[in-house]
Protein backbone atom coordinates (compact mmCIF):
# COMPACT_ATOMS: atom_id res chain seq x y z
CA UNK A 1 0.00 0.00 0.00
CA UNK A 2 2.01 3.27 -1.15
CA UNK A 3 -0.16 5.64 0.20
CA UNK A 4 -0.62 4.00 3.76
CA UNK A 5 3.04 3.49 3.64
CA UNK A 6 4.17 7.28 2.92
CA UNK A 7 0.47 8.60 4.65
CA UNK A 8 1.77 8.81 7.98
CA UNK A 9 4.92 10.49 7.49
CA UNK A 10 3.42 13.22 5.73
CA UNK A 11 0.77 14.09 8.74
CA UNK A 12 3.25 13.51 11.44
CA UNK A 13 5.31 16.10 8.81
CA UNK A 14 2.10 18.33 8.21
CA UNK A 15 1.02 17.90 12.10
CA UNK A 16 4.44 19.16 13.38
CA UNK A 17 4.38 22.28 10.81
CA UNK A 18 0.91 23.09 11.56
CA UNK A 19 1.98 23.03 15.46
CA UNK A 20 5.36 24.77 14.72
CA UNK A 21 2.72 27.28 12.82
CA UNK A 22 0.50 27.71 15.66
CA UNK A 23 3.53 28.06 17.57
CA UNK A 24 5.01 31.20 15.98
CA UNK A 25 1.68 32.43 15.18
CA UNK A 26 0.79 32.30 19.27
CA UNK A 27 4.41 34.04 19.89
CA UNK A 28 3.79 36.62 17.47
CA UNK A 29 0.46 37.38 18.55
CA UNK A 30 1.95 37.71 22.30
CA UNK A 31 4.62 39.81 21.29
CA UNK A 32 2.48 42.01 19.61
CA UNK A 33 -0.15 42.02 22.39
CA UNK A 34 2.75 43.02 24.51
CA UNK A 35 3.56 46.04 22.31
CA UNK A 36 0.85 47.10 22.92
CA UNK A 37 0.26 46.91 26.67
CA UNK A 38 3.65 48.34 27.11
CA UNK A 39 2.54 51.72 24.75
CA UNK A 40 -0.55 52.05 26.28
CA UNK A 41 0.06 50.83 30.15
CA UNK A 42 1.92 54.17 31.78
CA UNK A 43 -0.78 56.86 30.06
CA UNK A 44 -4.06 54.21 31.55
CA UNK A 45 -2.23 54.17 34.86
CA UNK A 46 -2.28 58.33 34.86
CA UNK A 47 -5.85 58.53 33.37
CA UNK A 48 -6.68 55.79 36.81
CA UNK A 49 -4.86 57.92 38.91
CA UNK A 50 -6.09 60.97 37.79
CA UNK A 51 -9.43 59.50 38.30
CA UNK A 52 -8.93 57.92 41.78
CA UNK A 53 -6.35 60.15 43.54
CA UNK A 54 -5.28 56.91 44.82
CA UNK A 55 -1.72 54.31 43.30
CA UNK A 56 -2.54 51.48 44.41
CA UNK A 57 -6.25 51.84 42.89
CA UNK A 58 -5.24 53.06 39.49
CA UNK A 59 -2.63 50.22 39.62
CA UNK A 60 -5.77 47.45 39.86
CA UNK A 61 -7.80 49.20 37.46
CA UNK A 62 -5.25 49.02 34.98
CA UNK A 63 -4.08 45.44 35.76
CA UNK A 64 -8.31 44.44 35.49
CA UNK A 65 -8.25 46.40 32.63
CA UNK A 66 -5.32 44.31 31.14
CA UNK A 67 -6.73 40.95 31.95
CA UNK A 68 -10.33 41.65 30.39
CA UNK A 69 -8.26 42.64 27.17
CA UNK A 70 -5.96 39.42 26.97
CA UNK A 71 -8.68 36.89 27.88
CA UNK A 72 -11.72 38.59 25.53
CA UNK A 73 -9.73 39.87 22.84
CA UNK A 74 -6.62 39.42 22.15
CA UNK A 75 -7.82 36.96 19.09
CA UNK A 76 -9.00 40.37 17.94
CA UNK A 77 -7.48 42.64 15.02
CA UNK A 78 -4.19 44.57 17.00
CA UNK A 79 -5.98 48.02 15.79
CA UNK A 80 -9.39 47.25 17.68
CA UNK A 81 -7.23 46.98 21.14
CA UNK A 82 -6.94 50.40 21.71
CA UNK A 83 -10.65 51.55 21.12
CA UNK A 84 -11.21 48.15 23.44
CA UNK A 85 -8.99 48.48 26.03
CA UNK A 86 -10.21 52.53 26.59
CA UNK A 87 -13.87 51.10 26.57
CA UNK A 88 -12.87 48.57 29.28
CA UNK A 89 -10.25 51.03 31.29
CA UNK A 90 -13.29 53.89 31.44
CA UNK A 91 -15.72 51.26 32.30
CA UNK A 92 -13.71 49.98 34.97
CA UNK A 93 -12.96 53.65 36.46
CA UNK A 94 -17.01 54.03 36.43
CA UNK A 95 -17.24 51.04 38.18
CA UNK A 96 -14.96 52.15 40.65
CA UNK A 97 -16.49 55.80 41.38
CA UNK A 98 -19.90 53.69 41.88
CA UNK A 99 -18.53 51.69 44.56
CA UNK A 100 -17.43 54.98 45.77
CA UNK A 101 -20.32 57.11 45.80
CA UNK A 102 -22.63 53.94 47.21
CA UNK A 103 -19.42 54.08 50.08
CA UNK A 104 -20.25 57.69 50.34
CA UNK A 105 -24.09 57.56 50.49
CA UNK A 106 -23.47 55.15 53.37
CA UNK A 107 -21.19 57.15 55.24
CA UNK A 108 -23.83 60.45 54.58
CA UNK A 109 -26.52 57.89 56.09
CA UNK A 110 -24.66 57.12 58.98
CA UNK A 111 -23.20 60.36 59.65
CA UNK A 112 -24.37 63.63 57.58
CA UNK A 113 -26.18 64.09 54.46
CA UNK A 114 -24.67 66.41 52.22
CA UNK A 115 -24.30 65.21 49.20
CA UNK A 116 -27.48 65.48 47.14
CA UNK A 117 -26.51 65.39 43.94
CA UNK A 118 -28.36 63.79 41.03
CA UNK A 119 -26.31 62.72 38.78
CA UNK A 120 -22.88 62.16 41.19
CA UNK A 121 -20.99 60.85 38.15
CA UNK A 122 -21.37 63.74 36.20
CA UNK A 123 -20.50 66.16 39.29
CA UNK A 124 -18.57 64.25 41.70
CA UNK A 125 -15.49 65.74 41.97
CA UNK A 126 -12.22 63.62 43.23
CA UNK A 127 -12.55 62.04 46.59
CA UNK A 128 -9.46 62.98 47.39
CA UNK A 129 -9.66 66.32 45.21
CA UNK A 130 -6.82 68.53 45.92
CA UNK A 131 -7.71 72.38 45.90
CA UNK A 132 -5.70 73.56 42.56
CA UNK A 133 -6.54 77.13 43.42
CA UNK A 134 -4.24 77.13 46.77
CA UNK A 135 -1.55 75.46 44.26
CA UNK A 136 -1.47 77.00 41.26
CA UNK A 137 0.60 79.71 42.55
CA UNK A 138 3.67 78.06 43.51
CA UNK A 139 3.60 74.65 41.55
CA UNK A 140 5.03 73.95 38.04
CA UNK A 141 2.92 73.59 35.32
CA UNK A 142 2.98 69.62 34.62
CA UNK A 143 1.77 69.43 38.80
CA UNK A 144 -0.49 72.05 38.26
CA UNK A 145 -2.04 70.46 35.39
CA UNK A 146 -2.28 67.46 37.39
CA UNK A 147 -4.07 69.04 40.48
CA UNK A 148 -6.42 70.48 38.21
CA UNK A 149 -7.32 67.32 36.33
CA UNK A 150 -7.92 65.65 39.48
CA UNK A 151 -10.17 68.06 40.56
CA UNK A 152 -12.29 68.08 37.54
CA UNK A 153 -15.63 66.02 37.52
CA UNK A 154 -14.73 62.43 36.50
CA UNK A 155 -16.99 62.63 33.05
CA UNK A 156 -14.96 66.08 31.99
CA UNK A 157 -11.32 64.05 33.26
CA UNK A 158 -12.47 61.58 30.98
CA UNK A 159 -13.28 63.34 27.61
CA UNK A 160 -10.27 65.84 28.15
CA UNK A 161 -7.67 63.00 28.44
CA UNK A 162 -9.25 60.48 25.91
CA UNK A 163 -9.56 63.42 23.12
CA UNK A 164 -5.96 65.27 24.08
CA UNK A 165 -3.68 62.82 25.49
CA UNK A 166 -5.14 59.25 23.20
CA UNK A 167 -5.88 61.78 20.14
CA UNK A 168 -9.52 59.83 20.08
CA UNK A 169 -12.25 61.23 17.73
CA UNK A 170 -15.47 62.07 19.45
CA UNK A 171 -17.37 58.82 18.32
CA UNK A 172 -14.77 56.73 19.68
CA UNK A 173 -14.61 58.89 23.03
CA UNK A 174 -18.00 58.74 23.08
CA UNK A 175 -17.76 54.55 22.46
CA UNK A 176 -14.96 54.19 25.24
CA UNK A 177 -16.86 56.62 27.81
CA UNK A 178 -20.15 54.62 26.65
CA UNK A 179 -22.21 58.15 26.14
CA UNK A 180 -23.31 60.12 23.78
CA UNK A 181 -21.52 62.46 20.91
CA UNK A 182 -23.09 65.45 22.08
CA UNK A 183 -22.28 64.20 26.00
CA UNK A 184 -18.12 63.92 24.90
CA UNK A 185 -18.55 67.81 22.93
CA UNK A 186 -19.76 69.16 26.48
CA UNK A 187 -17.68 67.41 28.74
CA UNK A 188 -14.49 68.04 26.64
CA UNK A 189 -15.66 71.68 26.43
CA UNK A 190 -16.30 72.40 29.57
CA UNK A 191 -13.02 70.60 30.88
CA UNK A 192 -10.88 72.24 28.17
CA UNK A 193 -12.55 75.74 29.88
CA UNK A 194 -11.82 75.47 33.30
CA UNK A 195 -8.24 73.76 32.65
CA UNK A 196 -7.46 76.97 30.60
CA UNK A 197 -8.70 79.02 34.04
CA UNK A 198 -6.90 77.46 36.15
CA UNK A 199 -3.94 76.84 34.06
CA UNK A 200 -3.64 80.51 32.92
CA UNK A 201 -0.47 81.78 34.95
CA UNK A 202 1.71 78.87 32.99
CA UNK A 203 0.00 78.18 30.01
CA UNK A 204 -1.98 81.97 28.83
CA UNK B 1 -6.75 83.96 17.92
CA UNK B 2 -8.79 81.85 20.46
CA UNK B 3 -8.37 78.53 18.56
CA UNK B 4 -4.53 78.94 18.28
CA UNK B 5 -4.43 79.73 21.87
CA UNK B 6 -6.75 76.65 22.64
CA UNK B 7 -4.23 74.34 20.58
CA UNK B 8 -0.96 75.61 21.94
CA UNK B 9 -2.66 74.72 25.18
CA UNK B 10 -3.44 71.27 24.49
CA UNK B 11 -0.24 70.90 22.68
CA UNK B 12 1.28 72.19 25.84
CA UNK B 13 -1.18 69.95 28.31
CA UNK B 14 -0.43 66.91 26.18
CA UNK B 15 3.15 67.37 26.29
CA UNK B 16 2.84 67.68 30.08
CA UNK B 17 1.13 64.73 30.78
CA UNK B 18 3.70 62.69 28.62
CA UNK B 19 6.30 64.09 30.67
CA UNK B 20 4.71 62.53 33.41
CA UNK B 21 3.85 59.09 32.39
CA UNK B 22 7.81 58.56 31.64
CA UNK B 23 8.76 60.06 34.92
CA UNK B 24 6.68 57.45 36.94
CA UNK B 25 8.74 55.70 39.62
CA UNK B 26 10.81 52.60 39.59
CA UNK B 27 7.91 50.68 41.61
CA UNK B 28 4.79 51.54 39.71
CA UNK B 29 6.72 50.48 36.27
CA UNK B 30 7.81 47.33 37.46
CA UNK B 31 4.02 46.79 39.08
CA UNK B 32 2.84 47.59 35.45
CA UNK B 33 5.23 45.26 34.17
CA UNK B 34 3.97 42.26 36.14
CA UNK B 35 0.20 43.27 35.48
CA UNK B 36 1.33 43.00 31.64
CA UNK B 37 3.10 39.70 32.46
CA UNK B 38 0.00 38.42 34.36
CA UNK B 39 -2.52 39.85 31.41
CA UNK B 40 -0.25 37.70 28.60
CA UNK B 41 -0.60 34.56 30.59
CA UNK B 42 -4.09 35.24 30.70
CA UNK B 43 -4.79 34.50 27.44
CA UNK B 44 -6.60 31.93 26.26
CA UNK B 45 -4.81 28.47 24.96
CA UNK B 46 -7.15 27.76 21.94
CA UNK B 47 -4.64 27.30 19.34
CA UNK B 48 -2.06 25.26 21.61
CA UNK B 49 -4.74 22.83 22.33
CA UNK B 50 -5.66 22.29 18.77
CA UNK B 51 -1.69 21.69 17.82
CA UNK B 52 -1.53 19.05 20.77
CA UNK B 53 -4.58 17.66 19.10
CA UNK B 54 -3.45 17.51 15.58
CA UNK B 55 0.01 15.95 16.92
CA UNK B 56 -1.98 13.07 18.59
CA UNK B 57 -3.96 12.65 15.45
CA UNK B 58 -0.85 12.54 13.67
CA UNK B 59 0.77 9.63 16.18
CA UNK B 60 -2.63 7.36 15.99
CA UNK B 61 -2.67 7.71 12.36
CA UNK B 62 1.06 5.98 12.46
CA UNK B 63 -0.30 3.86 14.69
CA UNK B 64 -2.73 2.79 12.38
CA UNK B 65 -0.71 2.26 9.68
CA UNK B 66 2.21 0.84 11.19
CA UNK B 67 -0.68 -2.47 12.63
CA UNK B 68 -1.98 -2.84 9.06
CA UNK B 69 1.40 -3.22 7.32
CA UNK B 70 2.80 -5.34 9.61
CA UNK B 71 0.33 -7.58 11.75
CA UNK B 72 0.06 -10.73 9.99
CA UNK B 73 -1.75 -11.27 6.49
CA UNK B 74 -3.91 -14.57 7.75
CA UNK B 75 -4.34 -15.66 11.16
CA UNK B 76 -4.16 -19.49 11.78
CA UNK B 77 -7.47 -21.61 11.93
CA UNK B 78 -6.96 -22.88 14.88
CA UNK B 79 -9.49 -23.60 17.34
CA UNK B 80 -7.96 -26.49 19.17
CA UNK B 81 -4.45 -28.41 19.82
CA UNK B 82 -6.39 -31.67 18.75
CA UNK B 83 -6.91 -29.86 15.78
CA UNK B 84 -3.44 -28.88 15.02
CA UNK B 85 -2.01 -32.14 15.73
CA UNK B 86 -4.88 -33.77 13.43
CA UNK B 87 -3.81 -31.90 10.50
CA UNK B 88 0.00 -32.03 10.74
CA UNK B 89 0.28 -35.80 10.63
CA UNK B 90 -0.58 -38.05 8.33
CA UNK B 91 -2.44 -40.35 9.94
CA UNK B 92 -4.82 -37.50 10.13
CA UNK B 93 -5.01 -37.20 6.82
CA UNK B 94 -6.16 -40.91 5.88
CA UNK B 95 -8.51 -40.77 8.63
CA UNK B 96 -10.25 -37.69 6.66
CA UNK B 97 -9.85 -39.56 3.51
CA UNK B 98 -11.36 -42.48 4.94
CA UNK B 99 -14.09 -40.49 7.06
CA UNK B 100 -16.93 -41.71 5.23
CA UNK B 101 -16.24 -45.50 5.48
CA UNK B 102 -15.59 -45.03 9.64
CA UNK B 103 -19.11 -43.69 9.78
CA UNK B 104 -20.52 -46.81 8.31
CA UNK B 105 -18.72 -48.83 10.07
CA UNK B 106 -19.34 -46.80 13.73
CA UNK B 107 -23.18 -47.09 12.12
CA UNK B 108 -23.01 -50.58 11.62
CA UNK B 109 -20.91 -51.40 14.86
CA UNK B 110 -24.07 -49.79 16.79
CA UNK B 111 -26.30 -51.64 15.36
CA UNK B 112 -24.64 -55.16 15.93
Given at each position: ?P???T????????????????????L?S???????LA???RR????A?F?T??R??A?DI?Q??MLAL?????????????P???R??Q????D??R??R??????A?L???D?N?E???????????R??E??L??T??GV?LET????L??R??Q????R??E?L?VA?????M?????S??????RA?H?????L????? | M????E???IA????A?D?S???L??L?????R??R?KA??A??RRLAWLAV?????AA??A?LV??L?????V?????G?EQV?L???N??????????F?R??????DAA
Amino acid sequence: MPTADTGAPADSLQATHAAQHTREESLESRETLERFLAGIERRAFRMAQFATGNRDEALDIVQDAMLALARLYSKRQPDEWGPLFHRILQSRIHDWYRRRRTQHRWLAWLGKDDDNDEDPLAALPDPDARRPEEQLGNTRAGVALETALGALPLRQQQAFLLRTWEGLDVAATAAAMGCSEGSVKTHYSRAVHTLRELLEDHWP
Amino acid sequence: MTDDKESRFIAAAKAALDRSAQQLDELTIARLRAARSKALEARPRRLAWLAVGGLATAALTATLVAFLLFAPAVAPPVSGLEQVDLLSDNDGLELYRDLEFYRWLAEHADAA
